[in-house]
T-cell receptor
Framework: NAGVTQTPKFRVLKTGQSMTLLCAQD?????MYWYRQDPGMGLRLIHYSVGEGTTAKGEVPDGYNVSRLKKQNFLLGLESAAPSQTSVYFC?????????????FGPGTRLTVT | GENVEQHPSTLSVQEGDSAVIKCTYSDSASNYFPWYKQELGKGPQLIIDIRSNVGEKKDQRIAVTLNKTAKHFSLHITETQPEDSAVYFC????????????FGSGTRLQVQP
């Protein structure tokens, strides 16, 4: 049981390049989330999904797109990277049902845009 | 939307002392308040949580208190150890809908041996 995994762990992009971050969970969770973490600002929600085939915007969605074609995977895309997207990106998942609220986080992807 | 403020941003204590981190939230509809510990190079990990129908919860050396009227909650760590050194985040969430977390800005705790 690997929990939540993220690939890649590190990436350096040039301004204008594109890339996709992959999040995978093996806990059969319904809900998945993408957060970004910047110094002194905690984690902020980018996009989320409450089930396979569904996605929705969070607090800071501009410049990002997501897809959830399979229940276990949640992809975060940057179509044209900008230096402001330099950050550490975390994926999380939760069951989404009943009284369970706990979110399980992946190890993160450190992205630098030059 | 929800706003969570966290203090202090850094905290240094001697091993064996207690540490207290405080958070306030703005949305009275929030009803779930977790605390996460983040070690260097890792993702946040849940250490304790509390729901709005409970005033206090304890798990060994850590405890969380909630004051719904004042909209604030606190993390208490007793008998601190060097391995408690990490960044701690408070968060708040509303039960319905997406259940996403709104995080505080974090507290870097350093336990001096």
């Amino acid at each position: 049981n690997a929990g939540v995994t993220q690939t890649p762990k590190f990436r350096v992009l040039k301004t204008g390049q594109s890339m996709t971050l992959l999040c995978a969970q093996d806990m059969n969770h319904e809900y998945m989330y993408w957060y970004r973490q910047d110094p002194g600002m905690g984690l902020r929600l980018i996009h989320y999904s409450v089930g396979e085939g569904t996605t929705a915007k969070g607090e800071v969605p501009d410049g990002y797109n997501v897809s959830r074609l399979k229940k276990q995977n949640f992809l975060l895309g940057l179509e044209s990277a900008a230096p402001s997207q330099t950050s550490v990106y975390f994926c999380a998942s939760s069951t989404g049902g009943g009284f369970s609220y706990e979110q399980y986080f992946g190890p993160g992807t450190r992205l630098t845009v030059t | 939307g929800e706003n969570v403020e966290q203090h202090p941003s850094t905290l240094s204590v001697q091993e064996g002392d207690s540490a207290v981190i405080k958070c306030t939230y703005s949305d009275s509809a929030s009803n779930y308040f977790p605390w996460y510990k983040q070690e260097l190079g890792k993702g946040p990990q849940l250490i304790i949580d509390i729901r709005s129908n409970v005033g206090e919860k304890k798990d060994q050396r850590i405890a969380v208190t909630l004051n719904k009227t004042a909209k604030h909650f606190s993390l208490h760590i007793t008998e601190t150890q060097p391995e408690d050194s990490a960044v701690y985040f408070c968060a708040a969430s509303i039960k319905v809908g997406r259940r996403a977390l709104t995080f505080g800005s974090g507290t870097r705790l350093q336990v001096q041996p």
